[in-house]
């Protein structure tokens, strides 16, 4: 079965950087598009990053220039490098994948940006 598994998520100064990590099971990792999305308290879900198959990226308005996915087809694990961290980035982040059709979550990571 289909299994995503984030780490790296924790709290850090405004200004300050993390890295998410998503490991995949189940699926052909190479032939997926990857993405990361991302739920503050009270709002919806909103897509952060996407990474193709063939490596093309889409990025939110929001995190341009400071975000950065990233794929290692040999560990099966998407990565989401975030750079000059603000406290509205606090949120739980979600790794996902779209297998035939249907949406596969990780368990969530917490990020929380704070001084």
């Known amino acids: 079965q289909v299994q995503l598994v984030e780490s790296g998520g924790g709290l850090v100064q405004p200004g300050g950087s993390l890295r998410l990590s998503c490991a995949a099971s189940?699926?052909?990792?190479?032939?997926?598009?990857m993405g990361w999305y991302r739920q503050a308290p009270g709002k919806q879900r909103e897509l952060v990053a996407t990474i193709f198959s063939g490596g093309s990226t889409i990025y939110a308005d929001s995190v341009k220039g400071r975000f950065t996915i990233s794929r290692d087809n040999a560990k099966n694990t998407v990565y989401l490098q975030m750079n000059s961290l603000k406290p509205e980035d606090t949120a739980v982040y979600y790794c996902?994948?779209?297998?035939?059709?249907?949406?596969?979550w990780g368990q969530g990571t917490q990020v929380t940006v704070s001084s």
């Open positions: 189940g699926i052909i990792f190479s032939f997926s598009g």
């Open positions: 996902n994948v779209v297998v035939n059709l249907l949406n596969f």
